[in-house]
């Protein structure tokens, strides 16, 4: 059974830093996890994902902000954030799918699984 539980949101002031945690359990092969966040009212969106064995892809609104990093045996997955802004606000879901399927920009059709969300506030 695949699991995904996240941690480390919270709030945070503009200017901040988070670091988001994904542990990861029963999914492994030909595994690619990745970051969405969801803003209110607005759609599900990729933030940061692995698109291969070393393949990444980054929105281009956090690109130089947002690193997306894993351990080896992929059992966490981190979302390093720094100069967070206040449309950075939403929540955050780990996912993992199968890298084979994931297209570019990755969208969340190809991430059949999916941890319940952590927040992340940034006030001005």
């Known amino acids: 059974q695949v699991q995904l539980v996240e941690s480390g949101g919270g709030s945070v002031q503009a200017g901040g830093s988070l670091t988001l945690s994904c542990a990861v359990s029963?999914?492994?092969?030909?595994?690619?996890m990745g970051w969405f966040r969801q803003a209110p009212g607005k759609e599900r969106e990729a933030v940061a994902t692995?698109?291969?064995?070393?393949?990444?892809f980054r929105a281009a609104s956090v690109v130089g902000r947002f690193t997306i990093a894993r351990d080896s045996d992929q059992s966490n997955v981190y979302l390093r954030m720094t100069s967070l802004k206040p449309e950075d606000t939403g929540i955050y879901y780990c996912?993992?799918?199968?890298?084979?399927?994931?297209?570019?920009?990755?969208?969340?059709?190809?991430?059949?699984?999916w941890g319940q969300g952590t927040q992340v506030t940034v006030s001005s």
């Open positions: 692995y698109t291969g064995p070393t393949s990444t």
């Open positions: 029963g999914y492994t092969t030909n595994g690619c």
């Open positions: 996912a993992a799918g199968d890298c084979r399927s994931i297209g570019h920009p990755p969208h969340r059709s190809s991430f059949p699984y």
